[in-house]
């Protein structure tokens, strides 16, 4: 069973960036399409990003788009998030995961499944 393990996040002003990290356990990791969700405060999990396999194909949210990317290094079965141009509104736990299944869109979390732990990005303005 695949385990992720996030590392990054913390506190920063709006308009810094910051980069997340999320290691697996196993070199499975480099077969799945692998994701990132966040969670506010009294919100539902929402989709920030998708990327394939090999890294070729990523989808952002449109409230990221343009400010962060997706990218992982198969060799060190890592997927990242660069985070640049950060907002208020972009506080939350910020979560990886695997896709697992293909019945529905990208960007439903049910699509996910061995989520990482979570990691928590705050940015004040």
């Known amino acids: 069973q695949v385990q992720l393990v996030q590392s990054g996040g913390g506190l920063v002003q709006a308009g810094d960036s910051l980069r997340l990290s999320c290691a697996a356990s196993?070199?499975?990791?480099?077969?799945?399409?692998m994701g990132w969700f966040r969670q506010a405060p009294g919100k539902e999990r929402e989709f920030v990003s998708v990327?394939?396999?090999?890294?070729?194909?990523?989808y952002y949210a449109d409230s990221v788009k343009g400010r962060f990317t997706i990218s992982r290094d198969n060799a060190k079965n890592t997927l990242y998030l660069q985070m640049n141009s950060l907002k208020p509104e972009d506080t939350a736990v910020y979560y990886c995961?695997?896709?697992?299944?293909?019945?529905?869109?990208?960007?439903?979390?049910?699509?996910?499944?061995?989520w990482g732990q979570g990691t928590q990005v705050t940015v004040s303005s």
């Open positions: 995961a695997v896709r697992v299944r293909y019945s529905t869109s990208y960007y439903s979390s049910s699509q996910y499944a061995y």
């Open positions: 990327i394939n396999s090999s890294g070729g194909t990523t």
């Open positions: 196993e070199r499975t990791f480099v077969n799945y399409a």
